[in-house]
């Protein structure tokens, strides 16, 4: 539409600016010392939905960091779509590897470098920023409630809690969020699902202290040792986790939907090269599209224990520990994968270490429905302004939520990212093309358009 072309066109420059200023704030979930700053953050997330035109701009406190909500009800005989998305990012560390401050963002080669850009400030931001296009050009065509949460980094516990409470005015027809990735920006993709999750931690004990490894080594069990032989019997020679009952509910997908999602196009080559890697590596049986979207996975995310410091020292550790999480996909139920992990875990360990295992957080994996009109009014909006329909895909990350938004409020969620997968999320030089910015904030006002078309 030739009113939101020029309306962007116009407010181009602005668009970015506020979106560099939404990054400069350090809205570090995890790290209780940035708590100021998510607030900070949460607070100008408010302010500017309420310049983009929208009405009951709240923050809403939580046990944890806060929720903003707002909404810009136009007519209730209309279809509403409830925006989500998250103003808290992932700590930035390892600082050194950073090419310049994750919180000074930076425009190299037509990407803004900062934590966020992608994961989801840039993002969500693409949603006040359409929101604003058909609000102040008076061509909204359906109902908007947004709510941007503080707490999708460290798994949404309390938002679970706020929709729960708040069922009357999350009320709406379906969710649309811009938290996932792309193919490319030539060839356009929606995810038609997302992993779920379960996120352990480990512990292993030796004896009561730390001993000379000289004086006691060769007749004490060492628990990093003990540890790094029980992660690794937990995948098998073809790479098959190990933990008896984990592929039990497994959907199985058929062999053309097995086709379908490997027809997308997909350079092995140069994925290896922007990694650096000479070979991949995973699951006997499976592509490496299939690996990374169909199939559960078992990662270790952290790993410690004894002397890690300058130099050297001879220690043979009283403890060593690791952060396990496995992604999921349907029908497996994270408490009960949890649980399977815990038992697991505790039969391996041999009689010379004591084990404690402890569950993080977890959430279910979910399945986007394709013959939904909002799936329909998104494939359309993006071959409006990509010249192309989008290929179905499925993402591999993990955004718990969502299937709470169909347990408790009933809706469906459709996937709208603009990301890339290699746009570095909670890795160092995390980017976001302003291509991809500015594709969304042009394509995000047509999926309202053709929603509310279609839902007629
Ligand atoms: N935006 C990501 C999820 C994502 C990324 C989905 C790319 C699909 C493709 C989200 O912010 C995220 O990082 N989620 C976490 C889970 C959370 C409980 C910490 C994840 O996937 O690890
Ligand atoms: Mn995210
Ligand atoms: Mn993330």
Redesign the pocket.
């Known amino acids: 539409m030739q009113v939101w072309k020029d309306y962007q066109v116009t407010h181009k420059d602005r668009f970015l600016e506020e979106l560099l200023e939404l990054l400069r704030i350090p809205s570090v979930s995890a790290d209780s010392s940035f708590s100021p700053d998510v607030k900070a953050c949460a607070e100008a997330v408010k302010l500017r939905l309420q310049e983009a035109g929208a009405e009951k701009v709240e923050i809403c406190p939580t046990a944890g960091h806060p929720i903003v909500y707002g909404e810009k009800i136009i007519d209730p005989a209309l279809p509403t779509v409830l925006v989500y998305g998250h103003y808290d990012v992932?700590p930035a560390d390892p600082l050194e590897l950073w090419h310049s401050g994750p919180f000074e963002p930076v425009i190299k080669d037509e990407k803004i470098y900062a934590r966020g850009s992608a994961?989801d400030k840039g993002q969500f931001y693409m949603h006040v920023k359409a929101f604003e296009t058909m609000s102040k050009t008076n061509t909204l065509p359906c109902n908007i409630k947004f709510m941007i949460e503080g707490e999708e980094?460290v798994g949404s516990a309390n938002l679970g809690i706020f929709i729960k409470e708040n069922k009357e005015r999350l009320k709406a027809d379906v969710v649309l969020i811009s938290d996932t990735a792309m193919l490319s920006l030539e060839n356009p993709s929606l995810d038609t699902g997302l992993r779920g999750l379960s996120y352990m931690e480990v512990e292993v004990t030796g004896p009561n202290r730390d001993l000379h490894s000289g004086v006691y080594g060769g007749a004490v069990a060492n628990p990093a040792t003990i540890l790094c032989k029980m992660i690794a019997s937990m995948h098998d020679e073809n790479n098959h986790i190990t933990i008896p009952g984990f592929y039990d509910k497994v959907q199985e997908l058929t062999k053309e939907e097995r086709a379908a999602l490997n027809a997308a196009p997909f350079d092995e080559a140069e994925y290896k090269a922007d990694l650096g890697v000479d070979e991949l590596w995973g699951e006997k049986g499976y592509t490496t599209i299939e690996r990374t979207g169909i199939r559960p996975t078992l990662e270790v995310n952290g790993i410690w224990g004894g002397y890690t410091g300058e130099g050297s020292k001879t220690v043979l550790p009283s403890k060593a520990s690791a952060k396990i999480s496995m992604r999921l996909v349907p029908n497996q139920d994270w408490k009960e994968i949890s649980a399977m992990f815990q038992a697991h875990f505790e039969k391996i360990a041999p009689k010379s270490v004591k084990v404690k295992v402890t569950t993080h957080h977890g959430g279910s994996p979910y399945v986007t429905p394709t013959d939904h009109v909002a799936f329909k009014a998104a494939s359309e909006a993006i071959r409006s302004t990509f010249g192309k329909g989008p290929i179905p895909m499925r993402g591999g990350g993990s955004i718990p939520i969502v299937a709470l938004f169909e347990k408790e409020l009933g809706l469906k969620t459709i996937l709208m990212g603009f990301g890339l997968d290699s746009d570095n999320?909670?890795s160092p030089n995390e980017k976001y093309g302003l291509a991809n910015f500015y594709k969304g904030i042009e394509t995000i006002p047509y999926f309202h358009k053709y929603f509310a078309e279609m839902s007629k």
Do not use: W
Request: proline share 0%; hydrophobic share 20%; aromatic share 0%.
């Open positions: 992932q994961d980094e999320l909670h």
